[in-house]
């Protein structure tokens, strides 16, 4: 059973490993295809200004939601998340879900395959969705695109971590409250921050780890 | 010989199409191989089908959120280039950033329907945002099974505390966003918005888990999350004409 489990670990980098590095290149390979088909090359200026904007931040970014995302996700669920991407708003919610559901832990065998199945679930389900959205695109954009339904859709993350909160911190309540505070006070207090809010992701993190190691060793969590 | 510019050419519509075949096909490859790693770990099939379920339901509601990024996106960008971003890899609220990032660059920006993209335009702003994103790409192969068998021997060394710490990361996460819902409240009555949606959702959530308990209503357990989300996003826009009709 043992050598088992670990040589399905294997397997899952083995594998993870080939098609994240081939699908990295074929995403490469779109933009190229489309210069060369249409002859038309990126404008040196606009280009570098636009990865000058774009990449320090988001590469800080993809950064922290590796270290965070993978152990959250296991191995499979990550090879597979970091591809079909949404994992904030979509893959980690709903793998973190799932787990709860059937009560098995991440870094667990259980956690890893409960993982990865929630997360190619929902990112099958994900691009179904999209494809036909955009196959409907003219009938659907005027009810989507509704100024009526705008505030709705603009308050997604506060309706999904809403419900979350209350499903992950019931459990987690003594974790739960020194990063919440501290998270609640930084962003009222200092609100321009709030627009790199992921950023702040390992330092609530870290904040919640230093908290529950003092009370762990205080035997407040048993 | 170069072919005449389209934001909605037929060729990148079928490139995407094959980009989205490939992933779909990475998505089904690593679902079977996991499944039948679960029944030789002998996890109950029905356990499985409620993973399976609890997945597809709750994936359903922030899937057509991001199709209505791809909407959004696709006025200025054409439908090709949106659809695969936030088919494969992209997300929301990043590709909605880089992509102004970059159409501000070239002078031009994503809400302006008046001016057409041009051929260059657009591959500089294909090239900018696809290159944006690689960070995950590059990393998650280098260092998950360090990072993995890093967890893994904390939780042998101390079972107990490894719990703790994964449940600490969790609430890490969960803190970051939750403080960032209140990152407007300085601005007045507007920014409380997402506080109210966000406790609406809450308030919703709980009544649901006191009905599984009460009424012992367990196939409500894969709705909750969705309903509570469902619930909140209905009622932000009383919630939202209720804050500009006070203001106003």
């Not at chain 1, 996700?73 to 994992?87: E, M």
Request: proline fraction near 5%.
């Amino acid at each position: 059973m043992k050598t088992q489990v670990r040589s399905y670990d294997d397997g899952t980098h083995f594998w993870g490993r080939i098609w994240m590095w081939s699908m990295g290149i074929v995403l490469l390979m779109f933009p190229a295809a489309c210069c060369l088909y249409f002859n038309a090359w990126p404008e040196a200026n606009g280009f570098l200004k636009g990865v000058l904007a774009i990449a320090p931040m988001f590469w800080a970014v993809g950064t922290i939601e590796v270290i965070t995302y993978v152990p959250m996700l296991g191995a499979g669920g990550s090879y597979l998340g970091f591809i079909t991407g949404n994992l904030t708003n979509l893959k980690v919610p709903c793998t973190i879900t799932a787990l709860n559901k059937v009560g098995a832990k991440p870094g667990t065998p259980e956690g890893e395959v409960v993982g990865t199945i929630s997360v190619a679930v929902s990112s099958i389900v994900t691009t179904l969705i999209i494809f036909v959205g955009v196959l409907l695109i003219a009938p659907l954009t005027p009810i989507l695109d509704s100024p009526v339904l705008k505030p709705a859709f603009d308050q997604i993350l506060p309706a999904l971590f809403g419900g979350l909160g209350v499903a992950l911190i019931g459990k987690n309540l003594k974790i739960a409250i020194a990063p919440i505070i501290s998270m609640v006070v930084l962003f009222v207090c200092v609100p321009s921050l709030a627009a790199s809010g992921t950023i702040f992701v390992p330092v609530a993190a870290l904040i919640a780890i230093a908290a529950a190691r003092l009370m762990y060793k205080k035997g407040w969590l048993k | 010989m170069s072919h005449e510019f389209n934001v909605n050419s037929p060729f990148m519509f079928v490139a995407v199409g094959i980009i989205i075949v490939l992933v779909l096909a990475q998505s089904v490859f690593f679902l079977v191989r996991a499944w039948r790693q679960a029944l030789q770990l002998g996890i109950d099939k029905e356990k499985l089908k409620s993973v399976v379920k609890s997945s597809a339901v709750f994936t359903v509601v922030p899937a057509i959120s991001i199709l209505i990024g791809v909407i959004a996106l696709s006025k200025k960008l054409g439908l090709p280039l949106p659809w695969l971003r936030l088919s494969v890899i992209g997300a929301l609220t990043y590709e909605t950033a880089a992509a102004e990032a970059a159409a501000n660059a070239l002078g031009t920006s994503i809400g302006d329907a008046s001016s057409l993209l041009t051929a260059s335009q657009f591959t500089t702003i294909a090239w900018v945002m696809t290159l944006g994103i690689m960070a995950g790409v590059i990393l998650t192969p280098l260092i998950s099974k360090k990072l993995l068998s890093g967890v893994d021997k904390l939780e042998k060394r101390d079972k107990r505390w490894g719990e703790i710490l994964m449940s600490a990361l969790f609430m890490g996460m969960i803190s970051a966003f939750l403080g960032m819902i209140f990152g407007k409240v300085g601005e007045g009555l507007t920014g409380w918005i997402p506080v109210f949606v966000m406790l609406a959702s809450m308030v919703i959530m709980l009544i649901c888990a006191v009905l599984i308990k009460k009424l012992k209503a367990k196939w409500l357990e894969d709705y909750a999350l969705p309903i509570s989300m469902i619930g909140a996003m209905a009622l932000a826009i009383p919630i939202t004409n209720a804050v500009n009709a006070y203001i106003a």
